[in-house]
Every structure is written in structure tokens, then in C-alpha cells.
T-cell receptor, first 114, second 114 residues
Framework: KNEVEQSPQNLTAQEGEFITINCSYS?????LHWLQQHPGGGIVSLFM???GKKKHGRLIATINIQEKHSSLHITASHPRDSAVYIC????????????????FGKGTHLIIQP | DAGVIQSPRHEVTEMGQEVTLRCKPI?????LFWYRQTMMRGLELLIY????????DSGMPEDRFSAKMPNASFSTLKIQPSEPRDSAVYFC????????????FGEGSWLTVV
């Protein structure tokens, strides 16, 4: 079993729909990251969460530490949101603080049709 | 800032040849990460550095892979000898000081070993 599981693997929706992508993890974490990868290959960090909820424009990310679960929501989806969305966790093995290398989910391939 | 800069962007090499990938992190970032992305395995951590010191190299596949960070503004990932199964996109990333902070990825180096 992977340490980071995402669902769905693929999602096709119509423009304007509300999108939810889920991420579950099985290890202790220092932080959870949501990343976006466009067809050209570049990876952009959308959010870094250790608790609660964050919002940026039409994107909302939530995390429930007790349930080891996070969701990424996109409101009023648009074709330019089409990309692969990747959940990644930093392991809480560095008790002295500092960053950790990330462990990644397999990604969710999102297509928004006009 | 120009972001994380990687070179080369694309490389095609013959099996057995030495490959050197280069990375310039964002100025002021004291964490540097090397990741590899393949269709089969997704994104994986290879190695990361803090203040130029390797912290975790457990993801380095085998002795053919080596990474160095001689100073705060430069890192290399070397594969010698290269094999077709090393074909992948290699990403360098850097992050701010502190715990679980935002991570910035380079555009990636697309390696094909024939």
C-alpha cells in the first residue's frame, strides 16, 4: 500500500463544475503539499498545509490531521485548470525541525471541458 | 528571482555514458532536493541537502548515482554509467529555511538514455 493515496486517478468535468480531489496518507507528517503539473511538465506548489484550511482564488485546500486526509477543491472550474494535481507529504521524522523530502501520491489527471 | 534553474533541459545520451545534471537553487534557500519522475513510479525523492550537507540519500537508486553540493548556489546529480532505465525527468527543488515551507521546483531535466 502506498503511503500517499489519491483519488480519483482521472477526472473529466465540464467548465463551471465544483471539483474535489482527495488525498489520504498513512504516515506521520510535518506538512502536506498540493502541487500542480501542467502538460509542459513544470511543477508548481499550490498549498502547504499542516492544519485547517487555506484558500487561494478558486482553490481551497483542507486537511484533517486526525483522519490523515486532505482535499483540494476547485470552484467554478475552467479549462485552464486542466493539469495533474499531486498530493505530497513531508515525513515528520526530522525531530529537529527543518524541511523533509516529499513522498508523493500518483496524481490526479484533471480535464475540464469547455 | 529567476527561480530554480536546471540544465540541461533535455539530454539524449547513449548507454554507458556519464550524465551530469546541474541545478542552481533560489538564492537564500538552504534546502535543495533532487527528485525523479517516471511514468511507472511517479515522483520520487532521490536526495536532499541542508546547508550543502546531504541529509537523506536513501532514495538514490544505486552506486551509479551521486550528488554533490559544493556551495549554496550549485548542485550536481551525476549518473555513471547511464542505463536506459535511468530515462526520466529529473527535478531539482529548493525551499526556504524552516519547517515544511513552500517548495519551488525547477523546470526539470528530461533525460533519455538509448
Amino acid at each position: 500500500k502506498n503511503e500517499v493515496e489519491q483519488s480519483p486517478q482521472n477526472l473529466t468535468a465540464q467548465e463551471g463544475e465544483f471539483i474535489t480531489i482527495n488525498c489520504s496518507y498513512s504516515v506521520g507528517i510535518s506538512a502536506l503539499h498540493w502541487l500542480q503539473q501542467h502538460p509542459g511538465g513544470g511543477i508548481v506548489s499550490l498549498f502547504m498545509l499542516s492544519s485547517g484550511k487555506k484558500k487561494h482564488g478558486r482553490l481551497i485546500a483542507t486537511i484533517n490531521i486526525q483522519e490523515k486526509h486532505s482535499s483540494l477543491h476547485i470552484t467554478a472550474s475552467h479549462p485552464r485548470d486542466s493539469a495533474v494535481y499531486i498530493c505530497a507529504v513531508g515525513r515528520s521524522r526530522n525531530s529537529g525541525g527543518g524541511a523533509d523530502g516529499l513522498t508523493f501520491g500518483k496524481g490526479t489527471h484533471l480535464i475540464i471541458q469547455p | 528571482d529567476a527561480g530554480v534553474i536546471q540544465s540541461p533541459r533535455h539530454e539524449v545520451t547513449e548507454m554507458g555514458q556519464e550524465v551530469t545534471l546541474r541545478c542552481k537553487p533560489i538564492s537564500g534557500h538552504d534546502y535543495l532536493f533532487w527528485y525523479r519522475q517516471t511514468m511507472m513510479r511517479g515522483l520520487e525523492l532521490l536526495i536532499y541537502f541542508n546547508n550543502n550537507v546531504p541529509i537523506d540519500d536513501s532514495g538514490m537508486p544505486e552506486d551509479r548515482f551521486s550528488a554533490k553540493m559544493p556551495n549554496a548556489s550549485f548542485s550536481t546529480l551525476k549518473i555513471q554509467p547511464s542505463e536506459p532505465r535511468d530515462s526520466a525527468v529529473y527535478f531539482c527543488a529548493s525551499s526556504y529555511p524552516g519547517v515544511g515551507n513552500t517548495i519551488y521546483f525547477g523546470e526539470g531535466s528530461w533525460l533519455t538514455v538509448v
